[in-house]
């Protein structure tokens, strides 16, 4: 396939092609079977072999970086890119987070391999994390990253609600999916008043009210975000209406 070069975007379909992106482009969007690669009936899976080429270094004023189903298993060689502010390796192999500019603003890293929520401490301006479908067991590393508006680990492994409590600009959580059982770590993002949605769904969530037990596990939508209120409010009595509690948020 021949590179694609679009004013300051670059659309390249292998690992030469990347380097030979105009060194000025802002953005490199990669896809292993986007709608580009479908062409005269023949399909061409663009692939990095596992590694982003090295000479993205010199793509000293990249801003969007988007590399999704490219075969890609480490993030590397992009620490200094200080204009990066969007980050894109949905659907590849990477099992660790690292590497990462402090410029972030948005990571999507959906459906890989990722098993802990680490080395992000740094990312200040960091808005918009997406960590949906992959292997993390624990809510961890996000203390420092108090600009956080948006945060899906949906389809996890995360079994509790834990360290959270300094995201005061948080406004939407999805959490559905995953083997959380209780919502008591809920309490500490309550109180901030920029808090729009919470996702629990398809959770194993029990909880105890009134001596009774109360599983919200298997309850529809409405019954779960009605019940879901009720309890809340009487577990960390709460005034109501200052925000909406579980509403439904799909991003």
């Known amino acids: 396939m021949k590179l694609s070069q679009n004013g300051k975007t670059c659309k390249p379909s292998n690992t030469k092609e990347f380097c030979e992106c105009n060194k000025n482009t802002t953005a490199i969007d990669m896809h292993g079977l986007g709608r580009d690669d479908i062409t005269l009936g023949n399909i061409e899976i663009n692939s990095l072999e596992g590694r982003i080429p090295e000479c993205v270094k010199d793509y000293k004023k990249l801003k969007n970086l988007v590399l999704r189903d490219v ?135 029990i909880e105890f009210r009134k001596n009774k037990e109360l599983n919200l596990s298997g309850m529809s939508w409405v019954t779960f975000r009605k019940e879901a209120r009720t309890l809340l409010s009487e577990l960390f009595q709460l005034k109501d209406g200052h925000f909406s509690y579980l509403t439904p948020s799909y991003t």
Do not use: Q
Request: proline residues 3%; hydrophobic residues 35%.
């Open 71 to 205: 075969n890609l298993t480490k993030i590397e060689h992009i620490d200094e890119l200080n204009n990066l502010t969007y980050l894109d390796i949905e659907t590849n192999d990477v099992s660790k987070i690292e590497n990462l500019p402090k410029s972030l603003v948005l990571f999507y890293a959906p459906s890989n391999e990722i098993k802990k929520l680490e080395n992000i401490d740094h990312l200040k301006n960091l808005e918009r994390l997406d960590l949906f479908n992959n292997k993390i067991s624990k809510m961890e590393g996000l203390e420092n990253n108090i600009n956080l508006k948006w945060l899906n680990i949906v389809n996890n492994k995360i079994e509790r609600i834990e360290n959270i409590g300094n995201l005061k600009n948080l406004e939407e959580l999805e959490l559905r999916s995953n083997r959380i059982r209780r919502i008591d770590g809920l309490k500490p993002i309550l109180k901030h008043k920029k808090l729009k949605s919470i996702t629990l769904e398809e959770n194993p969530i």
